[in-house]
Each structure stands twice: as C-alpha cells, then as structure tokens.
C-alpha cells in the first residue's frame, strides 16, 4: 500500500516559533529514521546560510535554494519527508510541487509567514494554506502590551515603516518585532484603505425603568 502523504504548512507572525516547529517536526522524522531533505531559501541569511535556526540559536542543516526548480533539481527519489523554510519567499511553483510530493506518499512540511509588515496575505502562503493537510498557526506575544500577537511590526530607524516600502527586507531581531492588532503600525496607509467598511451602530438609549414603571401606574 502506497504511504499517506500529508502537507503540513506552518504559518505565523514572525517570533512565534515556526523554525522552532519545523525543525521539531523534522527531528520526529529523524527519529523515525526517515530519509529527510530540507530547504530554506537563500535570501534568509540571518543566523546562517545553510541551516534553519531559531532566534533562541537551535538549528538543523538545510540546503539553500533560489527557487522552486532548484529544489527539483535536488530532490532525490527515496526522500520520504521534505521540508521547506521561509516559504513566503518562493515562487508559485513551489504550490504544485508541494501538492506533488504529497500526492506521491512524501510528507511535506512547509513554514513562513503568512503576513508581510502591511498585515497583508504573504506571497504563495495562503495557496499553501488552502491545499494543506494541516495548518499550524502560531502567535508570539507582543512586545508593546504582552498580549498575542498576529503580526510582525517593521522597524526603520526605530519607527513604523511605511505602505509604499519594500516587501521583502530580510533583517534581524532589531528590524522586526511582533505586535497584536492593536499596537501594530503601518505609516502612510493609502487613503481608500484607511476608509472603514464597517462602523459599530450606536444603540437607541433605553428609557430608565423608573420611567417604564411611572408610565404604567399613570
């Protein structure tokens, strides 16, 4: 009987501990004896250029790749388990080929975020959501209130960054932060964006029950 494959996409603010899942759900494999190959792609050069690291300085090898074909390139037949750092970054290819391996009885675990600075969709990672087996989503704690946080927060000399700024800016921890939705900033927002689709209806004021009362003994 041919194995159950599975994609397991793990997705989250920055902060929130993704490598930290990849790399033990890679370890469980590793234990498992599986034969294992893992990705990570080469603009993620922070903490190392060919390992997947946390930010706490855990980390296990990784190949660094430019895009999607290369991984192709480098897949070898008897791989049971592939596993893909900063998916955000790859092009769309990267989707059918998860898809693919999945198909074939391979397990596919793939992590990034699934935001940018602006709290926008990142990249191919809502694809990637939507064709998943498995979604973990994860939230860090935000550095400004100590409640969950969703988001990542971009620092430019110590100040929100703006709308019209580059998406990709790979930095380290003094660059980025995680923040709930509440303290997240983003500077010079587009004007039809700032422009709310909903507001909170204000109620009718309730007539005090001292008033209900003298009305029906009047």
Not at 67 to 95: C, G, M, R, S, Y
Not at 123 to 145: N, Y
Not at 149 to 157: C, E, I, K, P, Y
Not at 179 to 200: E, I, Y
Request: glycine share 6%; hydrophobic share 40%; charged share 30%.
């Amino acid at each position: 009987m041919k194995p159950l494959g599975q994609l397991i996409v793990i997705c989250g603010s920055m902060f929130a501990g993704k490598s930290e899942e990849l790399i033990r759900l890679v370890r469980r494999a590793m234990y498992a004896r599986k034969k294992i190959q893992v990705f990570k792609h080469a603009l993620d050069d922070r903490f190392h250029h060919s390992a997947v690291a946390t930010h706490n300085g855990v980390q296990i090898d990784a190949v660094p790749v430019r895009n999607t074909q290369e991984i192709i390139n480098l897949l070898e037949p008897d791989t049971e388990v592939v596993a893909i750092e900063e998916a955000q970054f790859f092009d769309e290819k990267l989707v059918r080929l998860c898809v693919e391996l999945a198909d074939a009885g391979k397990t596919v675990i793939a992590a990034g975020l699934d935001q940018d600075f602006r709290r926008q969709p990142f990249g191919i990672m809502p694809q990637l959501m939507a064709v998943a087996d498995e979604v973990v989503k994860l939230r860090a704690i935000c550095v400004v209130c100590g409640r969950p946080a969703s988001h990542t927060q971009r620092l430019v000399d110590g100040r929100p960054a703006a709308w019209d700024e580059p998406t990709i800016l790979v930095g380290a921890e003094d660059h980025y932060e995680a923040r709930c939705r509440n303290c997240h900033q983003v500077r010079r927002v587009p004007a039809h964006l700032r422009r709310r689709l909903w507001r909170p209806q204000k109620r009718a004021k309730t007539p005090p029950q001292s008033a209900k009362l003298g009305e029906k003994s009047a």
